[in-house]
Structure formats: structure tokens, C-alpha cells
């Protein structure tokens, strides 16, 4: 059984479509992307993680913020939503110093208006996680704004709510992940409204697509941390002496059975759920 949708829009690795006025269906693929490059190899089950990953965090949030979860499908990755009004900027938080972040930080002791403390390390943990909002770019990359930027884009008080939202849900995800050897080191939300005004979680929620995840047991700042689940694709690609510009090179199969087995090592960790009976039956993750 499918739902009847068009197509509305496409990211990178996944599709939207509109089911009706009310409703969309998010589907995960098994696309890849490294570099910003997605590849021409697939990740067998990729988007069906992504997808109960989500779902999971979705359910056990909700007292957190409403979200937009309606239905999970039986293919396991695809959600039914329903539709928003999106808000214009993209919720970031932070509990370590990467990506941007570590890059602001070194050239101006501060991110998007955080001043921190001196001598904190590439990867370093922070004293406390911070809300580094970012406007959403057409193409190319999102752009970190202060907190007053990103306000007057939104509203304040719809700012205001989904920044105290967004670092509960981090503070809530990190703390289970990390209890369960992975370190959720930063994590972007996306934020909606209802017909009635209200905030609303939309979007993926904390998957290896939109933060990233770090094996607790190789954690060592001072350096770029291993990625969970992208760390094989990438080593290969550097090895392959490939020079990150599209198209990406084709996968060989231990390097894809390898990224496959990590992407179901983060979903079982994380929901202490066995993937086989995910994709038997997704509602197992609700
Ligand atoms: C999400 C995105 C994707 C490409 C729009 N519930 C919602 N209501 C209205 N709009 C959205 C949502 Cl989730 C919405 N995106 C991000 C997702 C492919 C772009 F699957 N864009």
C-alpha cells in the first residue's frame, strides 16, 4: 500500500510530497553525502535508520515540543507530517566545539554572540550547550547569525520558544545517546508553526543526517573526531585520492556493507530496538 502524493521538493538525500492541503510524506533514501558530494553508491537501509531514528526521538519529545509526526509508514522510511509554516532559520545546538563552531570560535573567541572561555579545544566539550541559530541558505552554506538576527527573522517570542525547546531536546538526546556510547556533539532542529500560531517540531529529529554522533570510546579533543557513521566513507575517499568534486566516486562493497553495519549499530544503541524488527514492523520504534 503507497500514498497517493506529488512530488513537492528534494534535499539532497531525501523527498517531499503532498499528500493533501494538510499533509506531506517526508521519504528518507539511501543516499549519501560526504563533502557535501552525494555519491553515486547507496547505503542499503540508510534512510530506513534515519527514518525510525527520528520517529523515536519524535515520540519521546513530545511532552518536550508538539511535533509533525502524523503516521510512519510500513516502508520504514517514510513520515507522514503535517504541513507548517516553516520557521527561517535553523535551529543549531551545540554541546562541542565542531564544524563552524570550532571555526568562529578560533577566529573570534566567540559563536553566533557566545563568548567563550579561552583555550577550549577542537571537539572540546562546552561548559554548557549553546543555541548557535543559522539562516538558511538557497545553495552553498547555512550562515551562523546572533541571536537578535535570527530573532527578528522569526518573531520574538517564537525565537524565544524555539531556542528553550531546541536545547531541551538537545540536552534530552544527548544525555540518552551519551549514555549509550555515542556523543551527540551538535544537532540542527527545524522548527514550524500551526495553523494556530503554536511551535511545532518538523523535520528529522537528532538522526546522523542532521548532527554528529561520535563513539564515546574514540573521543579525544584536541582534533577532528571520528564520525559514527560516515568515518569508513571518508577515509576511502581520501585514500582514493579523490578531490571532492562531484561526481563522487563509486563505493566498494566493504566500504558500504561497513557504513551500512554502523548506521544499524547507532539506531540499536540508541532505541535498544533490533533493526530486523524495525523494518519488519516500523511502529515497534513508537
Ligand atoms: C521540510 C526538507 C526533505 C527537502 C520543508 N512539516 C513540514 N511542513 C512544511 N514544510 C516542511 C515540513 Cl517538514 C519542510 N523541509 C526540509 C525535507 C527534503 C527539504 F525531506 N522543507
Known amino acids: 500500500m503507497t500514498v497517493d502524493a506529488t512530488h513537492v521538493a528534494s534535499g539532497k538525500v531525501r523527498e517531499i510530497y503532498a499528500v493533501d492541503d494538510e499533509t506531506l510524506a517526508l521519504t528518507a533514501s539511501d543516499r549519501i553525502s560526504t563533502f557535501d558530494v552525494v555519491l553515486p553508491t547507496q547505503i542499503p537501509d ?10 523515536f526521538w519524535f515520540v519521546r519529545t513530545r511532552d518536550v515540543v508538539p511535533n509533525h509526526l502524523a503516521e510512519l509508514r ?3 522510511r517514510t513520515m507522514i507530517c503535517r504541513r507548517l509554516e516553516m520557521l527561517p532559520i535553523e535551529c543549531v545546538v551545540r554541546g562541542y566545539l565542531a564544524g563552524s563552531g570550532w571555526k568562529d570560535y578560533r577566529e573570534t573567541g566567540a559563536v553566533c554572540g557566545h563568548e567563550l572561555p579561552k583555550g577550549l579545544l577542537e571537539a572540546g566539550r562546552l561548559p554548557e550547550p549553546i ?7 538557497a545553495h552553498g552554506h547555512d550562515e551562523n547569525v546572533e541571536e537578535e538576527r535570527a530573532a527578528a527573522l522569526c518573531g520574538h517570542d517564537l525565537y524565544r520558544a ?5 536545547l531541551a531536546l538537545y540536552r534530552f538526546g544527548a544525555a540518552h545517546a551519551e549514555d549509550r556510547g555515542i556523543i551527540l556533539a551538535d544537532t540542527k532542529f ?3 508553526m500551526d495553523s494556530d500560531g503554536s511551535l511545532v ?4 529529529a537528532m538522526t546522523p543526517d542532521s548532527s554528529r554522533f561520535w563513539p564515546v570510546s574514540e573521543y579525544a579533543p584536541g582534533r577532528p573526531q571520528a564520525s ?13 585520492g579523490w578531490n571532492k568534486e562531484a561526481p563522487g566516486p563509486e563505493l566498494p562493497p566493504e566500504v558500504v556493507a561497513g557504513t551500512r553495519a554502523r548506521y544499524v549499530e547507532a539506531f540499536e544503541r540508541l532505541t535498544e530496538i533490533s533493526f530486523d524488527e524495525y523494518v519488519a514492523d516500523p511502529t515497534v520504534v513508537l
Open 201 to 204: 517540531l518538523g523535520d528529522e
Open 162 to 166: 524555539a531556542k528553550e525547546a531546541s
Open 190 to 192: 527545524e522548527f514550524g
Open 74 to 76: 510500513p516502508d520504514g
Open 46 to 55: 540508510k534512510g530506513r535508520v534515519l527514518t525510525g531514528l527520528s520517529a
Open 228 to 240: 559514527f557513521d560516515k568515518q569508513f566513507v571518508r577515509d576511502w575517499c581520501e585514500r582514493a
Open 131 to 137: 543555541f548557535t541559530p543559522a539562516t538558511k541558505a
